[in-house]
């Protein structure tokens, strides 16, 4: 591995740029600190604590941030319910209108949202410029749906139309997570406020910096008091008081499965309706008729982009014996060159890890490949980055068997294991030998084994010889441990709203006569 001075040049001219427009907004951001919004104002926590959040480029202090209670939680429902009527009732096209000014917001503001996007994640900065943008598309997109989103069937019968219609469920609680929030708030926030419903948020920990970016370009944009609230805080303080509360009809949430269970329990008692989207393992396949080059391109995306730190990566390659060494071999050299190195570099393909608890869990998995018999092809130690930060090696394992802890459990970092296998069984079985079933990646040269292959895989996304390409229509979602229920263009009003029945007699039925004389 090169060195950090070789991988983030400071005669960067590009990288200068990204350090000259972050450290005017790292100012404001220290000075301000990080409040709730609350019925549409900046408010401190009702208990006055806060918490520091910190960059993983080199632990410094970003700001302090409002710590959520219960309290809190509870003055941002009741100010959610309170704004409901209001915002339901309001005409689809001034909804679309308002949503459209928070994507101009969004867009205008996409260079300031990835500059700190990646001084709080760590994430490189090729990633999170287009997931600034992507997060202006989500608002647009489901803008343009307002007007549909109440749209029903007529299913008539010999004596009545029966009609369907959706209404919004309510308010909804909405916890998102910490790798790429900006976009991951917004592609649950904006079809919840497309649909009708309010909206309380409840951003990861770890990650608060652009949450409070959102919500204050969405009270700039006009959106009324109340229908969009986000309270900072923990999981098992603000978070747990959210799932719980009787106000919250649904809770959408993007996280680790165990927290999804736990979640599902909070919320039980009042019955909460529930949208997941969990942990993965997801395996890519490569036969050997595939093209192998167009292949390779996508393994090392697929795991080493977004620092690995994303729930459809493909943190499995199932490779077919017959090609395995030479494929192994060309990848193992890529992984060797990948640039790691400070975020705003764009060169720097890999930045440091969330936070210190997130690479001590990553860093743990190389004594556990080597354990269980695995060999750390390329990687399996920490990296010394610029600034002392979070950094780890790009990783890869090979010699790997489907019944390892590397094979099976969600590392969520830059990290790879390869299992060779024999013929088209064995790579079915393979890559249904989990308890995850989010996505899968199959590349083969014989479209009819891709369909074969597509059709058995137990996850709820499938691309064939493609890397994950989102289209914003379709359904986003997983199988097993990896989720409940879709995202995406109609699936999310699925989700966000109430079906209702009406019927209406055309007055000629016969109607039965009881204690008539």
């Not at 219609?165 to 909804?172: D, E, F, H, M, N």
């Not at 990566?313 to 400070?342: M, N, P």
């Not at 390409?469 to 699936?491: A, C, E, N, W």
Request: charged share 25%.
């Amino acid at each position: 591995m090169a060195d950090a001075a070789t991988l983030s040049p400071k005669s960067s001219s590009a990288f200068q740029a990204n350090l000259d427009r972050a450290a005017p907004l790292l100012k404001q951001l220290r000075a301000d600190g990080i409040g709730h919004l609350i019925n549409g104002e900046i408010v401190a926590s009702s208990s006055g604590e806060t918490f520091a959040t910190s960059s993983p480029i080199d632990n410094a202090e970003l700001a302090q941030v409002a710590r959520g209670t219960a309290a809190d939680i509870d003055r941002a429902a009741k100010a959610a319910k309170d704004a409901f009527p209001a915002w339901r009732d309001m005409a689809p096209a001034k909804r679309r209108k308002i949503l459209n000014k928070i994507a101009d917001a969004i867009e205008a503001r996409a260079d300031d949202i990835a500059v700190l996007e990646c001084i709080d994640t760590g994430q490189a900065h090729r990633f999170m410029a287009k997931a600034a943008i992507r997060a202006a598309e989500n608002f647009r997109f489901f803008a343009d749906k307002c007007a549909e989103a109440r749209d029903g069937l007529n299913t008539p019968s010999d004596e009545h139309w029966n009609v369907s219609t959706r209404v919004p469920i309510g308010p909804v609680g909405v916890i998102t997570p910490w790798n790429t929030p900006f976009m991951l708030s917004t592609w649950k926030i904006a079809p919840a406020l497309a649909a009708g419903c309010t909206v309380v948020h409840k951003p990861a920990e770890w990650s608060p910096v652009t949450a409070d970016m959102l919500t204050r370009i969405c009270k700039d944009a006009g959106l009324p008091h109340g229908v969009l609230n986000t309270v900072h805080g923990f999981g098992e303080e603000a978070g747990k008081a959210l799932t719980e509360h009787p106000a919250i009809k649904a809770i959408a949430f993007v996280g680790e499965t165990a927290t999804g269970a736990a979640i599902m329990a909070q919320g039980a008692p009042t019955l909460k309706r529930v949208h997941f989207e969990l942990g993965g393992k997801n395996p890519v396949i490569v036969f050997d008729d595939a093209d192998l080059d167009r292949a390779l391109d996508a393994v090392v995306f697929m795991i080493y982009s977004l620092n690995g730190e994303r729930c459809t990566s493909s943190s499995r390659l199932l490779v077919q014996q017959s090609i395995a060494d030479k494929f192994i071999e060309k990848l193992a050299a890529r992984v060797r060159a990948l640039k790691v190195g400070h975020p705003l570099d764009p060169a720097t393909e890999v930045g440091p890890l969330i936070h210190q608890r997130h690479l001590d869990k990553v860093c743990s998995y190389f004594d556990i490949a080597r354990k269980d018999g695995a060999t750390v092809a390329v990687g399996g130690a920490r990296y010394e980055g610029p600034g002392g930060g979070h950094y780890v090696q790009p990783t890869l394992v090979t010699g790997a068997r489907s019944d390892m802890r590397v094979a099976q459990d969600e590392v969520f970092g830059p990290f790879l294991t390869v299992i060779p296998f024999k013929d088209e069984a064995e790579a079915i079985a393979v890559a249904n030998d989990i308890r995850y079933g989010l996505t899968g990646y199959v590349w083969t040269g014989d479209m009819g084994r891709g369909l074969r292959v597509a059709d058995a895989l137990e996850a709820g996304m499938i691309w064939l010889n493609s890397e994950n390409v989102r289209h914003l229509p379709t359904p986003f979602g997983g199988m097993k441990q990896s989720g409940i229920g879709r995202d995406g263009g109609d699936y999310s009003f699925e989700f966000y709203m109430e079906t209702k029945h009406v019927s209406l007699a055309r007055g000629t039925h016969k109607i039965q006569k009881l204690g008539a004389v």
